[in-house]
């Protein structure tokens, strides 16, 4: 049996996160799809399509974050010695 499309992607152009338009004749619903990581606001991040900003001490990683919607988000790592123990939920600042 073949397969076909179900809808269209598309990107709303406020947010940037794309949705899927679905419906029949006379219009359609739009539906939201969550790329991105949820953060502390309940807000969906799509981190890995903003640039980003990194803080180092020396070699190690500190926090890394991003503007988004006029707000900046952090995501913060945590260290025991060395060794990486931890990484945050992506912080509203």
Do not use: C, F, H, K
Request: glycine residues 12%.
């Amino acid at each position: 049996m073949a397969q076909y499309a179900q809808g269209v992607m598309l990107i709303d152009p406020d947010t940037g996160l794309p949705y899927r338009a679905e419906g029949g004749e006379g219009g359609g619903a739009a539906e939201t799809v969550a790329v991105g990581v949820r953060a502390s606001d309940d807000i969906i991040i799509p981190v890995d399509s903003l640039p980003q900003v990194m803080s180092y001490t020396g070699d190690r990683l500190d926090y890394v974050e991003v503007d988004y919607l006029g707000n900046t988000y952090r995501q913060t790592l945590t260290y025991t010695g060395t060794a990486l123990t931890g990484v945050s939920q992506w912080e509203l600042q």
